[in-house]
């Protein structure tokens, strides 16, 4: 089916702010298409788990900023903390099954490891990408594309 992302963004953003009273949750739309193809069910479990670990991996809070736009007929989603960051050893390995950091900085934050698996998966069943950005201690992005639906 043909899914509007936005909608499936905001209700991600509402219902992630519920519990996370310390966080600022943003969005921004830059422009362009926001249809692609696939499963609305699945996509919003990908933006639930990226914007849940971005709430998670920030336990002093700070601002989530999720940026959105179409470029060269890719939608971008962008997630961006001012959490603890991932360090530069663990960046290769976040999207393994059951791989967690296990820095002091993080030890009480519970988790099994899975989430960001189940994100690659997701995307790359909607022919999509995605990638980290990080600097330990101060932050990380994940970005994810889509191949924008070129129906009308
Ligand atoms: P689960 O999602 O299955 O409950 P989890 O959050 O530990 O458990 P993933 O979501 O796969 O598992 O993330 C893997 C690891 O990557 C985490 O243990 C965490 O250390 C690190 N990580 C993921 N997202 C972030 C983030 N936004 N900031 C800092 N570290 C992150
Ligand atoms: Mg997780």
């Known amino acids: ?36 193809v696939g499963d609305a069910g699945k996509l919003e479990q990908a933006l639930t788990n990226l914007i849940g670990n971005a709430i ?8 989530v900023k999720i940026i959105v736009f179409e470029k ?42 899975l989430g960001l698996a189940i994100v690659k998966e997701i995307i790359h069943v909607h022919d999509g990408e995605i990638e980290v950005r990080s600097k330990y201690g101060e932050g990380s992005t994940f970005t994810i594309t889509l191949p924008v639906s070129s129906f009308d």
């Open 1 to 36: 089916a043909q899914i509007a992302m936005l909608p499936i963004i905001r209700k991600v953003i509402e219902l992630q702010k519920v519990q996370s009273e310390r966080h600022e949750l943003t969005l921004e739309f830059l422009g362009g298409h926001d249809l692609v």
């Open 56 to 63: 998670k991996y920030s336990p002093d809070g700070g601002e």
């Open 72 to 113: 060269n007929s890719m939608l971008n989603i962008e997630i961006q903390d001012e959490g603890l960051g991932i360090p530069p050893e663990a960046m290769d390995k976040v999207f393994e099954k059951f791989y967690r950091v296990d820095n002091s900085d993080r030890r009480s934050i519970g988790g099994t490891g």
